[in-house]
């Protein structure tokens, strides 16, 4: 042992004298008078054995051999290269999971360094001053955690500015909605239905299972959800890894159909592959400076699955204010990689902004946009995205001129019985817009539709916000105990009393509209409502009116000469019915029910061309004739 400590310690010789430090004592004499020296002590450091206590584990391991000593160092530096490949973390230092491997990997030189300055009679003070090595990235650790801190002078304006949101205008901005295109289900009634479909597969159930992505999209304008197949466990894994994946399914979130699509080219690239072909590894080692966020599975136009990797940045200190910078697309069948700048990002990818993330984002602003300190004392404005009775975030997805939308009510943190407004985030390129709208929130109006319902049990799905006619509505399913979509369901957000409900989706809207024309909603926009209502333009004579009073509104049920129709004209807001008689010639505009047609308002005769008061002499001057004939 002496001669293996003294060849150590020579090793430093050369070193301490380049860093200009002084060896101990005998540095400048002969070796072998550090050997004896140590010789009584039992090795090379000098008698630290003879004190009566029992050696720790530093000293432990510095008692041994060389070769053991670089057996340890060889073994740790393979376990720490294996579990990099195996956890593949980001080789990022705004990352706080690479950091935690970089606070581990300090904590080994501490150690070594330790264990080196027990053998090194000569140049242990030299190690131990080494030690500032490991504490210096320890303390850049602490200052850049510090530094990202909302409380660090200007930091709160940053934090309030990642995510840059303007004001809309709600009937304008959101285009009138058109119920083929509305997603009636939720993720969980997709799933359901996704499970179904794998069910009429056989040979696909006992070798695969559904993931748990249902990531939704839009996908040749419709509105779906789409997950891929995974291995059902590892002995699957092993007897199908060489032909791979053969399908995904896809769900209409509109008509609740559900297929698994076969494909030509295999999925290669996935969760449920363990080694090399798993996605998260394959992408993060092709990638290794990239700090990816949450992925999704999507389809391009031609039906190839693609994984889409979100890159992350971080704009405050080390790690806060996180956005998204790039985005790396996977080919699912073929591991093929594509890396785009947000800002290029192509047209059919629908999720580079993770929702978490979004909330996250617009939360921070809601918090900041006065400061730190008023986020904690005065609270003044202070706005976040409404809560559920659970405690989560809620949020749900619009699809809107090919993008897919992030939705969620805005609430005060003070009074959060009622939202403020709303927002709805573009997915893709993160833009976003504010809609102060006050109402009711989502968990409200969630339990106003369950109340409708509520001798059949069923529970409400979080909404969808809807432009319906120019209002802001509310739209869920009403679901079983089984997970089936039973009923439908509408809600003002401004007034939420006016509730509707329909066991389909045209049956809901009738009442809905009814509702509204009731209660002068309609009215009061005129015209513009009916436009934007889609209400069609009805003219002709009047063969039958019957009047009825329903939930304690008067409505005047209208049918026309060579029409079959009937048209419900709810009071007061179309008030002017009451002139109507048998055979007067009307016009009127109207949106198409499953039983009736709702009159969303109706035109002045003296607004016409004349035909109608044309008509109306006709008639005047009839009935004189009647009467002269009966005199």
Not at 436 to 453: C, D, F, L, R
Request: net charge negative.
């Amino acid at each position: 042992m002496p001669q293996g400590n003294d060849r150590y310690d020579s090793v430093f010789d050369a070193f301490a004298r380049a860093a200009g430090v002084p060896g101990s004592a005998g540095a400048a004499g002969a070796t072998g008078a550090g050997g004896a020296a140590g010789a009584p002590g039992g090795h090379g450091g000098g008698g630290r054995g003879g004190d009566g206590h029992g050696p720790g584990i530093l000293e432990v391991i510095a008692s041994w051999s060389r070769k053991a000593l670089v057996v340890l160092l060889v073994v740790t530096v393979v376990a720490l290269a294996a579990a990099y490949w195996w956890f593949h973390p980001a080789l990022n230092l705004q990352s706080p999971r690479v950091w935690g491997w970089v606070l581990g990997i300090c904590a080994i030189v501490a150690i070594a360094l330790l264990v080196m300055s027990l053998r090194s009679s000569r140049h242990g003070k030299l190690l131990r001053r080494l030690l500032v090595v490991p504490g210096s990235v320890v303390a850049a650790f602490l200052l850049g955690a510090l530094l990202s801190m909302p409380f660090v002078p200007g930091n709160a304006e940053r934090y309030a500015n990642v995510l840059q949101t303007t004001d809309g205008d709600f009937a304008s901005d959101i285009e009138q909605v058109d119920y083929s295109e509305v997603p009636v289900i939720d993720r969980d009634s997709a799933a359901l239905l996704g499970s179904r479909a794998m069910g009429s597969i056989p040979e696909y159930v006992s070798q695969f299972e559904i993931s748990d992505a249902y990531s939704q999209i839009n996908y040749h304008g419709r509105p779906v959800r789409v997950s891929p197949l995974t291995y059902a466990d590892l002995f699957k894994w092993l007897s199908n890894r060489d032909e791979g994946i053969p399908a995904y399914v896809l769900v209409d979130m509109a008509t609740q159909e559900a297929q698994v699509v076969k494909l030509d080219q295999p999925i290669k690239y996935s969760e449920s592959e363990p080694l090399a072909r798993n996605v998260d590894r394959y992408v993060q080692l092709r990638y290794p400076g990239y700090l990816f966020d949450q992925k999704s599975f999507e389809l391009d136009e031609e039906g190839t699955p693609w994984w889409v990797f979100p890159v992350q940045s971080r704009k405050i200190g080390l790690f806060g204010g996180t956005t998204i910078s790039r985005v790396v697309l996977v080919n699912a069948c073929t591991g093929e990689t594509a890396d785009y700048a947000i800002a290029d990002c192509p047209e059919w990818v629908d999720r580079a902004y993770p929702a978490d993330l979004i909330v996250q984002q617009y939360n921070w602003s809601g918090a900041y946009q006065d400061g730190w300190l008023n986020s904690w004392l005065g609270q003044r404005g202070v706005v976040s995205i409404t809560r559920g009775t659970d405690g989560q975030y809620g949020y749900n997805y619009l699809a809107q001129d090919g993008d897919i939308y992030l939705y969620s009510g805005v609430s005060s943190v003070t009074a959060d019985s009622s939202n403020v407004g709303f927002i709805l985030v573009n997915q893709r390129t993160g833009q976003s817009r504010y809609y102060p709208v006050a109402g009711a929130t989502e968990e409200s109006a969630m339990s106003s539709a369950e109340g409708q319902v509520q001798h059949l049990g069923y529970q409400a799905t979080y909404p969808l916000l809807l432009n319906v006619a120019g209002q802001p509505t509310y739209f869920m399913a009403l679901k079983d105990a089984a997970g089936l979509v039973k009923m439908y369901a509408m809600i003002n957000v401004e007034k939420y009393q006016t509730v509707a409900t329909g066991s389909t989706v045209a049956e809901c809207q009738e009442a809905y509209l009814a509702q509204l024309s009731s209660s002068g909603a309609l009215g009061e926009q005129g015209g513009d409502a009916s436009a934007q209502a889609g209400a069609e333009r009805v003219e002709g004579r009047v063969r039958t009116i019957a009047q009825a009073v329903v939930d304690g509104n008067s409505h005047f049920y209208v049918t026309l000469e060579g029409d079959g129709r009937i048209f419900d004209f709810a009071l007061p807001a179309q008030l002017g019915v009451v002139r109507f008689c048998v055979g007067d010639q009307v016009a009127f505009s109207c949106t198409s029910g499953q039983s009736t047609c709702t009159v969303t308002s109706i035109e002045d005769p003296a607004a016409g061309d004349g035909a109608g008061a044309g008509a109306d002499a006709a008639g005047a001057g009839d009935a004189g004739a009647a009467a002269g004939a009966e005199g």
